[in-house]
């Protein structure tokens, strides 16, 4: 189990639009598959990743992490069709 979340207004207002929840959010991150790209953490929910039968509404949900805590979200998003292909594709963060 990781640390306690905590979300930007950005987060916030997103997982609103998204009417995605607190727990909803926690769902994703711990049970997504992680990437490390462009400077973040995201965590991606796919189909496979989904244990529970009340979840599959969550499939494609995209959870993006502050790289440094990873436990500050950012912003999350759903993109069922290409999103692991998208997340993977993105410009590499050079430091």
């Known amino acids: ?3 306690k979340l905590t979300f930007s207004e950005h987060a916030r207002t997103r997982m609103a639009q998204r009417k995605l929840s ?3 959010v926690e769902y994703v991150v711990n049970h997504g598959i992680r990437y490390h ?3 973040c953490l995201f965590r991606f929910l796919g189909k496979r990743n989904i244990l529970d039968k009340g979840k599959e509404r969550l499939e494609g949900s995209v959870v993006l992490l502050d790289s440094d ?3 500050v979200v950012i912003t ?3 993109n069922r069709s290409e999103a692991a292909k ?3 594709c993105k410009t590499k963060y050079n430091s």
């Open 76 to 78: 999350v998003y759903r």
């Open 69 to 71: 805590t990873e436990t």
């Open 86 to 88: 998208d997340i993977r």
């Open 37 to 39: 790209n462009a400077g």
């Open 1 to 3: 189990m990781l640390e």
């Open 22 to 24: 607190v727990t909803d």
